[in-house]
């Protein structure tokens, strides 16, 4: 195992670096689910440095930022995971079948994804929050249909190039039905890039989470980090804790998540995809 | 090529109508209307259904967008009630700022990516090409808010060298040169800020667009005819690698135009982003939907401009 861990963290030092940013960003949402400390409880220390009691010191109401920090972390996270899941699935399913069958589906598809993407993601979101009324299922299928446009280009690229391939032709031509032929065919020859794609995704949902409460329209009832990071900008002089401990967190989960997809991507051994861009 | 522009600008103009379209769809369906703000949480119900009529809130939706894309046809954004003037005026009045943020900011980052992309490419897998991977990949996976958030606490709170937020110092009586000055003293931490993410987009794809291109069988041809290394880096690859890296800024404008309102936010920057947050906040939807379709029209167009630029840098490349 130690040997494994070794040859890995040589060889593929980013996909090693990202697991384990993960990891700990996944233990820390882990604590904070199952602590049973209440991260909204407030107390009589106000602003109290980190100590033995509070290791991440205490915000302006008194309330414990080490407890608040799992939690927002467990918040991001659930938002990642669930947005870049469904936007995957949707659109994935959506451009794989778009590509390989062409025609008015395709063109609709495309057009969409077209508007979609002029429109500046977090602008869309910001009101979108805004005009709804912030809340974590909101957030996820805005995201969702924020990661759309690239998702569903790539899955369409990738069934258009593999389309005519001598493999797909073989198993028309024995009769595979076109269903057949996406799931067992085609899908497969996208995955990579797919998944690559989404951890990326992961990453640019966690910013955009973060972002939206630090402006102040993400949900009240979930602790953010970018909420304690607001709470953090009015105490920079007098409280570093406030903003240095969700501050890392945020990073950490990020990183990990832009480091698994580069280290993936490596797997792919070919040349470097840009997280975020089109095509 | 004149063909390929007209087809372009037509299929732009194609897309803001579908933005509109969007976002007066997104609006309508949401609860609450800026007749409500305006009238206040116990407002008068006479009050209000004037002020629906006024705003035009009681006719159909279909009607609204209607009169709105005319209006916009003619350049008329509408009539923002809650800036008290009208919507390209509030617009105007803060591009300015937003200008001049963006614009240094997007120096840094192109000065900065491009060379140590290049410096990162030349010597692939050494240890000056892992630390400039790193550095980029960090500086692209930190929250734009935070980094500032540590910037002030350090270089403005803690060390009191650079203000805080803000685009100048107020109710302060100073000479033209003195509020230049003063203004590019502000204007450092959050260009600084916005420019490091940039700069880390540039040195990824910089890096990775001069690696592709080094592996060419002309480079290898300079190279063989004893041209110094430098000259093939900057003459022969770079201008080839240049293409992508055009591409993915563009691409990434609206990118920028978003993480924009963030930097704003942290610095108090008084430019487009403030506003955004602004008219969100009060529910302002001409402000809002103007804003919206401005942005989309921004990225459109650096669309437009990214793939013309393609085609100065790269002659090969032709459209029809």
Redesign the interface.
Same mark, same amino acid.
């Given at each position: 195992m130690i040997v494994r861990v070794a040859a890995m963290a040589r060889s593929r030092p980013r996909l090693l670096a990202g697991l384990v940013l993960l990891a700990i960003a996944g233990l820390a949402a882990l604590a904070g689910a199952l602590g049973g400390a209440d991260p909204f409880r407030t107390s009589e220390t106000l602003l109290t440095a980190p100590s033995l009691d509070h290791p991440f010191g205490t915000d302006q109401l008194g309330r414990d930022v080490l407890t608040r920090v799992l939690h927002g972390v467990g918040t991001s996270l659930r938002v990642a995971l669930l947005s870049a899941l469904a936007g995957t699935l949707v659109a994935t399913a959506l451009g794989l079948v778009a590509g390989y069958a062409g025609g008015l589906l395709d063109d609709l598809l495309l057009?969409l994804a077209?508007?979609l993407?002029? +429109? /500046? &993601?977090?602008? !869309?979101a910001?009101?979108?929050a &805004? &005009? $709804?009324?912030p809340s974590l299922l909101l957030l996820v299928v805005i995201l969702a249909v924020i990661f759309f446009p690239r998702t569903f280009r790539l899955a369409r690229g990738e069934a258009i190039g593999l389309r005519e391939r001598d493999f797909v032709q073989a198993a028309r031509a024995a009769g595979a039905g076109p269903l057949r032929i996406l799931r067992r065919h085609i899908l497969p020859g996208a995955l990579t890039i797919i998944v690559v794609n989404a951890s990326f995704q992961a990453?640019t949902a966690v !910013?955009i989470e973060?972002?939206l409460s $630090?402006?102040?329209?993400g949900d009240r009832d979930a602790v953010s980090l970018?909420a304690m !990071?607001a709470d953090?900008?009015s105490y920079?002089?007098q409280a570093?804790w406030m903003?240095l401990f /969700?501050?890392l967190l945020?990073?950490v989960t +990020?990183?990990g998540m832009?480091?698994l997809g580069?280290g993936l991507n490596e797997l792919r051994e070919v040349?470097?995809v840009? /997280?975020?861009?089109?095509e | 090529m004149l063909w390929y522009v007209a087809r372009r600008l037509a299929g732009t103009v194609g897309l803001l109508v579908a933005v509109v379209v969007a976002t007066f769809g997104l609006m309508h369906v949401a609860p609450g209307d800026v007749a409500q703000v305006l009238a206040g949480q116990s407002g008068d119900p006479q009050y209000l259904a004037d002020l629906r009529e006024q705003f035009s809130l009681d006719r159909s939706l279909g009607y609204q967008i209607g009169a709105y894309l005319l209006n916009v046809a003619r350049g008329d954004l509408g009539f923002s009630v809650v800036q008290g003037q009208p919507v390209l005026d509030a617009i105007a009045g803060r591009l300015p700022a937003t200008l001049l943020l963006a614009g240094t900011s997007l120096t840094i980052a192109w000065a900065g990516g491009v060379l140590l992309g290049v410096l990162a490419a030349s010597r692939p897998g050494s240890r000056l090409d892992a630390g400039i991977s790193i550095v980029s990949l960090v500086g692209y996976s930190i929250p734009v808010f935070w980094f500032g958030q540590l910037l002030v606490a350090l270089l403005a709170v803690r060390l009191g060298w650079l203000p805080a937020g803000g685009m100048t110092s107020a109710g302060e009586q100073l000479g033209a040169f003195e509020r230049v000055l003063d203004v590019a003293r502000h204007l450092i931490l959050p260009s600084v800020t916005l420019g490091t993410l940039l700069m880390a987009l540039v040195i990824r794809t910089t890096r990775a667009a001069m690696l592709d291109v080094l592996g060419d069988d002309y480079v290898m041809a300079a190279r063989g005819r004893g041209i110094r290394e430098e000259t093939v880096l900057l003459r022969h690859a770079l201008r080839n690698a240049l293409r992508p890296v055009i591409t993915v800024i563009t691409a990434e404008l609206g990118v920028v135009l978003g993480v924009m309102v963030l930097v704003e936010a942290v610095f108090s920057w008084p430019g487009l982003g403030t506003l955004l947050l602004d008219s969100v906040l009060s529910r302002d939807t001409p402000t809002l939907v103007g804003l919206l379709l401005f942005s989309s029209f921004v990225v459109a167009a650096a669309n437009l401009l990214g793939d013309l630029l393609y085609m100065w840098v790269d002659p090969r490349v032709r459209y029809t």
């Open positions: 057009k077209e508007v993407q002029v +429109i /500046p &993601a977090f602008l !869309l910001l009101v979108a &805004a &005009a $709804f009324g990453g !910013l973060t972002g $630090f402006l102040g329209v970018g !990071l953090a900008q920079l002089a570093w903003s /969700p501050g945020v990073s +990020i990183l832009n480091l580069d040349r470097t840009m /997280p975020g861009r089109g | -």
